[in-house]
C-alpha cells in the first residue's frame, strides 16, 4: 500500500492547512488529542536489533577462554554478545574520535 505524498493535496487541502498554520496556540483545540505518556522509565534501544552476519573468525584460544570463562556479564548476553559488546566499544570510540 502506498502512502500519499503531501504535494499531492487537492487545493482545499491546502488552504486547511495554511489556515491551522496561521491559528494562534491558543485557539487550537487539542482535546482530542492523547496525553504524552510519561517517559521518564522509558528505555533506550530496546527494539533496535542490527542485523547479524555469520561469518567465521579466528581468534586466539586464550581470548575466548577468557571471555567463556567471566561469567555472565552485568548487561546479560553469553560469550559472543560480549565480544560483540566490545568491539562495538572499541569502534565507537575511534569513531568519536575522528
Not at 494562534?24 to 487539542?30: F, G, L, N
Not at 547479524?52 to 570463562?69: E, G, M, S, V, Y
Not at 555472565?72 to 554478545?81: D, F, I, N
Amino acid at each position: 500500500m502506498k502512502t500519499a505524498n503531501s504535494s499531492q493535496l487537492t487545493p482545499e487541502q491546502q488552504a486547511e492547512l495554511a489556515a491551522l498554520a496561521n491559528l494562534p496556540d491558543e485557539q487550537i483545540d487539542t482535546l482530542d488529542i492523547p496525553e504524552t505518556p510519561d517517559w521518564s522509565g522509558a528505555k533506550r534501544g530496546v527494539f533496535y536489533r542490527p542485523i547479524k552476519q555469520q561469518i567465521t573468525l579466528r581468534l586466539d584460544a586464550d581470548l575466548i577462554a577468557w571471555f567463556k570463562n567471566h561469567g555472565e556479564a552485568p548487561r546479560g548476553g553469553g560469550y559472543q554478545t560480549r565480544i560483540n559488546r566490545v568491539l562495538r566499544e572499541y569502534v565507537a570510540q575511534y569513531t568519536t574520535n575522528e
